[in-house]
């Protein structure tokens, strides 16, 4: 119904500008959400195996996935064919070792990265339940050879550092060979796409667009919901030791907060959508914009994003954008920000830092900021 309409090829110079967004977006809003859901049970359910197939083994203990990135926030910058479904797997060591988080110094970065030390610990005052499990410290090798798996550090290590590359090629093979046993390959037949530091599944159904999702893998920065992700970064391309941070399920749990707090058919994913598709070819980054309309739903109340409010929120978001150019500032959303729900866990230094500004190029370049001016203006 809503693609025939589609089709009809309104004059908008006619009709209401509002009403024909509105029913575009909610659409396509729609089937992300849609889509969303079908890429969580699934990596759901191959986790599950993948507990099976590493129980009583030393491998990193795989946690439930998050779902992070614009997709799983309900909103893309993408064709619906180019979407890609991220999730992240959070990583905690497993019994007999643990992670100790160690500042990257191996060269200047321009996004923050940290090394994850693994170190074994004594067991032998305890004893995993059901289990004969030995003590890596205090057993001779000859024995932990012959009666157990390898530890953590002969695996998936370089040195004492947990290795983002061995990890992603090992749950690549983890994926190829135990698809079989996962519910969803009677509807799906699965390619495992080339990556260095994730793993890019490619989901094709019978006459469908197939489904790109991407596991990245994460480990956490103390109880907060900063992690470390293996994850590189278009800029950069870090040494395989090295784990960058992200900030991706803070701004997912912003998300939820925010789902959950705003009024029903609210329009900020519709604005984030359209915006998206507004602002592809310039030279505002799809992340600019995300931070703010975040700012924004902390600066104006959840009640003025209603449906009737669109073409408003849209003019605000345009705006705000705006003056952040002219002003050659825009601040992170999760450094130094008062108004940060109390729901998002962020680690001490971040509440007290100096806000980082996502702008800083434009004051150090004139031509950058000339050309952002012009681009906002046309907007």
């Not at 926030?73 to 979407?83: A, F, K, M, N």
């Not at 994926?175 to 530091?197: D, F, G, H, I, N």
Request: hydrophobic letters at 40%.
């Amino acid at each position: 119904n809503t693609e025939s309409e589609e089709s009809e090829g309104e004059d908008p110079s006619e009709r209401d500008l509002a009403r024909i967004y509105d029913r575009r977006i909610q659409w396509s809003v729609h089937k992300l959400a849609h889509r969303r859901r079908v890429v969580e049970e699934l990596v759901r359910d191959l986790l599950h195996v993948s507990r099976e197939h590493f129980l009583n083994t030393f491998f990193p203990v795989l946690q439930p996935a998050i779902g992070v990135g614009s997709a799983c926030e309900g909103w893309s910058p993408q064709e619906e064919r180019d979407v890609v479904y991220c999730v992240l797997v959070p990583l905690k060591p497993p019994w007999g070792h643990t992670f100790r988080l160690e500042p990257d110094t191996a060269g200047e970065m321009p996004q923050k990265g940290m090394c994850v030390c693994v170190e074994l610990v004594c067991t032998c005052t305890e004893q995993q339940l059901g289990s004969n499990m030995k003590c890596f410290l205090h057993h001779c090798e000859q024995e932990l050879m012959k009666n157990q798996e390898p530890s953590l550090l002969q695996t998936l290590c370089t040195g004492p550092y947990l290795d983002a590359q061995k990890i992603a090629l090992w749950f690549q093979k983890f994926v190829t060979s135990a698809w079989e046993e996962v519910l969803q390959s009677q509807l799906y037949s699965m390619k495992v796409l080339p990556s260095t530091r994730s793993c890019k599944l490619k989901l094709k159904k019978a006459h469908r667009i197939p489904l790109l999702v991407e596991i990245i893998f994460g480990v956490q920065q103390g109880d907060s919901d900063i992690f470390l992700s293996s994850q590189a970064t278009e800029a950069l391309v870090p040494p395989s030791t090295t784990w960058l941070e992200t900030y991706a399920v803070a701004e997912a749990m912003f998300f939820q907060h925010i789902s959950r707090q705003a009024p029903r058919h609210s329009c900020y994913l519709k604005c984030l959508q359209l915006c998206a598709r507004i602002l592809a070819g310039t030279g505002f980054s799809p992340y600019s914009l995300k931070t703010v309309v975040m700012h924004l739903l902390t600066l104006i109340p959840l009640a003025g994003w209603c449906r009737r409010d669109f073409l408003l929120r849209l003019d605000d978001v345009i705006q705000y954008l705006r003056c952040c150019v002219e002003e050659k500032r825009l601040d992170h959303f999760f450094f130094g920000n008062e108004d940060m729900p109390e729901e998002i866990s962020l680690p001490t230094a971040f509440q007290t830092a100096q806000p980082i500004n996502l702008f800083q190029n434009l004051v150090e370049d004139p031509d950058a900021h000339a050309k952002a001016l012009c681009e906002a203006n046309d907007l």
